[in-house]
């Protein structure tokens, strides 16, 4: 039950941000990560979706699900990245 309110925290933390600018790193595995940065487009029930510059990104748009946030498979920053997103490559 505790992380179905933890998913729902998240959900309402970022149906506040709709419309900003979100700089995401996402691990995909043996030390390869992918740092993006996009408008936070909108949020569904169970993901919400990143809309990516099509000029820079051949994928236009990110869906993520809330519960790789929780579980830090991906990593999320509203506005300016973090220095640790920025510095890891």
């Known amino acids: ?20 600018k979100v700089w995401i790193k996402a691990n995909r595995g043996r ?5 993006r940065e ?3 487009e909108n949020t569904y029930p169970y993901h919400f979706l990143v809309k990516l510059d099509s000029q820079k990104h ?9 519960a ?5 498979t991906v990593e999320l920053s509203i506005g300016k990245p ?3 997103m920025v510095s890891t490559n």
Do not use: C, F, W
């Not at 039950?1 to 900003?20: F, T, Y």
């Not at 030390?31 to 740092?35: F, L």
């Open 1 to 20: 039950m505790a992380a179905k309110n933890a998913l729902a925290e998240i959900r309402q933390d970022l149906e506040s941000h709709v419309g900003e």
């Open 31 to 35: 030390r390869k990560t992918i740092i």
């Open 38 to 40: 996009g408008v936070l």
């Open 58 to 66: 051949p994928v236009r748009v990110i869906s993520v699900s809330y």
């Open 68 to 72: 790789d946030v929780l579980t830090q």
């Open 82 to 84: 973090n220095s640790e």
